[in-house]
């Protein structure tokens, strides 16, 4: 039994090691905000949430609206997409 003890450690610890997350990773999703000018000016949507997620490849969207504070935390997998008080776009970048 004492022998199995050390190799049932070994096993745990890489099974643990291989299945952590990184921080703002999404295996498959890194965020392209290029040429998504056109989303600028439109109403917020899931609909358009949607359509931003797909044309970016980003994992996670974060709405940020007028006087509304955000993490400075950088994550490659996600587009923040930035309101003004009218509701509608007006500017996308990832992070």
């Known amino acids: 039994m ?8 070994l096993l745990i610890a890489a099974c643990a090691a291989a299945q ?3 921080h703002g990773v999404t295996p498959g999703h890194k965020c392209q905000a290029g040429g998504t000018e056109h989303f600028i000016g439109q109403p ?6 949607a359509a931003i997620m797909q044309e970016t490849h980003a994992a996670v969207l974060r709405w940020a609206p007028p ?3 955000l993490t400075m935390d950088y994550r490659e997998d996600r587009v923040t997409v930035r309101l003004g ?3 509608k776009i007006t ?3 990832c992070g």
Do not use: F, H, Q
């Open 2 to 9: 004492r022998k199995l003890a050390p190799a049932s450690a």
């Open 67 to 69: 006087g509304v504070m």
């Open 20 to 22: 952590t997350p990184i």
């Open 44 to 49: 917020a949507s899931s609909v358009v949430a």
């Open 91 to 93: 500017a996308l970048n």
């Open 85 to 87: 008080p009218d509701r």
